[in-house]
């Protein structure tokens, strides 16, 4: 695996946040995980902001491509095209000194199959100090944010351990 990336804030204004990335993995599965993972050549480009309007209020989003070769059994076949496009928006508010909402929609575009899926993740955070935030929430939908993640089992329940400096 490969990776670069970027993050950007700028010094005159804490306003903005925004993280790039690009990524290459190559996955060929051990012997053992053969019939459970597919080999993979992945190129996986990702892009999000968020802007803080006022003391209440942040809005942000995520743009991410993963595009790649795919083989179902280790070492055998060809590899096949495929690409997942996803799209996030988000929106957190200060509910009080210590806690905030969070709201967010996905969007993930499967651009070979008919497999688009879309929902909703709510959570709630509580500032812990200056640093650090502690969160739970529940994912209506079956995917992550991370779009390496091939995994459609992320539907539930969630906690989420935030530091920041």
């Known amino acids: ?13 804490d306003r903005w946040n925004v993280l790039t990335r690009y990524g290459y993995f190559l996955d060929l599965v051990s012997e053992g995980q053969g019939a459970s993972r597919p080999d993979q050549r992945v190129h996986v480009l990702s892009a999000g902001a968020l802007y803080r309007l006022n003391t209440k209020w942040e809005l942000g989003g995520k743009l991410a491509i993963k595009e ?4 179902i059994v280790r070492d055998q076949g060809s590899f096949e095209d495929f690409g997942v496009q996803l799209a996030v928006l988000r929106a957190r508010y200060h509910l009080t000194h210590k806690w905030d909402g969070l709201a ?62």
Do not use: C, M
């Open 68 to 71: 790649g070769e795919l083989r």
């Open 104 to 165: 967010e929609y996905r969007f993930l575009r499967d651009r070979f199959g008919d497999n688009d899926r879309d929902g909703a993740l709510l959570g709630v955070y509580r500032h812990l100090g200056g640093n650090l935030k502690l969160g739970v929430g529940y994912n209506f939908t079956d995917f992550s944010d991370d779009i390496k993640d091939a995994e459609f089992d992320n539907q539930g329940w969630f906690i989420d351990l935030i530091g920041k400096f």
């Open 1 to 13: 695996e490969l990776g670069i990336g970027h993050a950007l804030r700028p010094a005159g204004s």
